[in-house]
């Protein structure tokens, strides 16, 4: 063979062996292309070989199961590799079902959230212990595992409710209460549920020493806000256990409609411009967004909106947790030896010059008076807030248990302490004229599970003799 055809050959054969190789990587790109498509995971990456398994936790530990479906959620995640798969299933006496199987055929998947729904009835699980388990796995080479087991109980029995007192005689925009036995499991949550609101009762060995050995036994307080229609709405009392079991109750109750007056709060260009300033200025300390369009009655009006939604959030949370023991005796008294000059529940229109910019029933009532005078508490509490609010000015709030709440505004100075116990007429600051204050002022309410109600009938003896504290001895001699 000559020369050049020894340098032909070579040159065919290194041509047909980087064919080859071209070949080779085409099926192994192929392959791993098709691996990558089938599968959702990419061998090339380094987290490919690793080794962690997946995470996963509850939203809510599982406390049980009841009679009622209950939804369950979970976060699966996996900060490697991304997840692969995730079952989740419930098991009772060899006998399994599974409830999800979520399958993750994209990569990259780093956190899941997982709702699942438990209905065991319609699984036919029967009342006992039953294994709550989780499965996830990652898409890595090993295929990492991860197991989350609950032992739960399985108990279909739902409370039972006895009521106590005979009648609830209430009015629109009022307060009432009413006592109950609460028989089976100690109940995680109980009270009046009214318009989808459940008022929270509690045990009525916190009103006294004497219903001590009536553990079963609650007494609920409850609002009746003004949007309460008697022909369309409706009240009963609801018990729930720990597993969801509930159990609805109606009881006797009568309300009574009322008419609400009206009022005009009238602003003149100077008040007006003087109340925008100083609200503006509050609006900017706690970093509220009002738009300012510098229309004088829409920027006043926008200020009184958003003023008032971020009063009510503080008020809120004050009253978020309750005392569940009454702190209060007897009738309340007004906060200064004065008369108001409206109802709770009247229409207010605020006006500036000749335009209305707010209208909308006062949840409270304004004591106007000549000059600088104590404010006092209404009865005996707890003062859980006390602050500067948008509108209501120098605050304090008091928490008289159960429920039970009042809040004084306006005020020009504070002579308590937030966490304090204060006794009834016990002197807590003075009028004044801050937030929306029209003169030398205290704007007071009372609130019932953070519900204005009227306080006139808190201030009547004759109110309270006749709707709480002869209810209560008319059941004590029950349980004699």
């Known amino acids: 063979m000559s020369e050049r055809d020894t340098e032909s050959s070579r040159a065919g054969g290194a041509l047909f062996s980087l064919l080859l190789i071209l070949v080779f990587v085409g099926i192994v790109v192929a392959g791993v292309s098709a691996f990558i498509r089938f599968t959702g995971t990419n061998p090339l990456l380094a987290s490919f070989t690793e080794e962690n398994a997946p995470q996963l936790q509850w939203h809510e530990e599982p406390r049980g199961l009841g009679a009622?479906?209950?939804?369950?959620?979970?976060?699966?995640?996996?900060?490697?590799?991304?997840?692969?798969?995730?079952?989740?299933?419930?098991?009772q006496q060899n006998q399994s079902r599974e409830l999800v199987r979520k399958k993750f055929t994209t990569d990259g998947v780093r956190d899941e959230t997982i709702e699942v729904t438990v209905s065991p009835k319609d699984l036919k699980f029967r009342e006992g212990n039953a294994e709550l388990q989780v499965l996830a796995f990652d898409k890595s080479l090993w295929n990492n595992g991860a197991k989350l087991s609950k032992i739960v109980e399985?108990?279909?029995?739902r409370p039972q409710i006895e009521v106590v007192t005979p009648q609830q005689n209430g009015v629109l925009g009022g307060s009432e209460l009413v006592f109950y036995r609460v028989r089976g499991k100690t109940p995680d949550s109980q009270g009046v549920l009214s318009q989808g609101t459940l008022y929270p009762g509690f045990s009525a060995t916190g009103w006294d020493q004497s219903f001590d050995?009536?553990?079963?036994?609650?007494?609920?307080?409850?609002?009746?806000?003004?949007?309460?229609?008697?022909?369309?709405?409706?009240m009963s009392l609801l018990a729930r256990d720990n597993l969801g079991n509930s159990t609805s109750s109606p009881f006797n109750y009568r309300v009574r409609l009322r008419r609400w007056s009206s009022f005009r709060v009238t602003l003149s260009d100077e008040r007006g411009s003087q109340l925008k300033e100083s609200m503006t200025l509050y609006a900017q300390h706690e970093k509220i967004q009002v738009r300012q369009q510098g229309n004088p009655a829409a920027d006043l009006r926008s200020l009184i909106k958003a003023l008032a939604l971020s009063d009510e959030g503080f008020i809120a949370t004050a009253l978020s947790d309750a005392t569940p023991t009454r702190l209060w005796q007897g009738a309340f008294v007004p906060p200064v030896p004065s008369a108001p000059n409206n109802s709770a529940g009247d229409m207010r229109t605020i006006q500036l010059g000749d335009t209305d910019i707010a209208r909308g029933a006062s949840s409270g009532v304004r004591f106007p008076v000549t000059r600088r005078t104590p404010v006092v508490a209404s009865n005996t509490g707890k003062v859980v807030f006390i602050g500067e609010l948008g509108l209501l000015g120098n605050t304090i709030i008091i928490d008289h248990g159960m429920g039970l709440s009042s809040i004084y505004g306006h005020l020009s100075d504070v002579s308590v302490a937030r966490g304090a116990t204060v006794q009834k007429q016990q002197a807590i600051g003075s009028t004044g004229t801050t937030g929306f204050a029209q003169g030398e002022e205290v704007y007071y309410e009372i609130r019932l599970h953070g519900v204005a109600v009227s306080p006139n009938e808190w201030w009547d003896e004759t109110w309270v003799t006749d709707h709480i504290e002869n209810k209560v001895a008319f059941v004590k001699q029950q349980g004699q």
């Open 68 to 91: 009622e479906p209950v939804k369950l959620t979970l976060t699966a995640s996996d900060p490697d590799s991304g997840l692969d798969e995730v079952v989740v299933r419930i098991s």
């Open 213 to 234: 050995e009536q553990t079963k036994l609650y007494v609920a307080f409850y609002p009746i806000p003004s949007s309460f229609n008697p022909e369309n709405d409706s």
């Open 154 to 157: 399985i108990n279909f029995m």
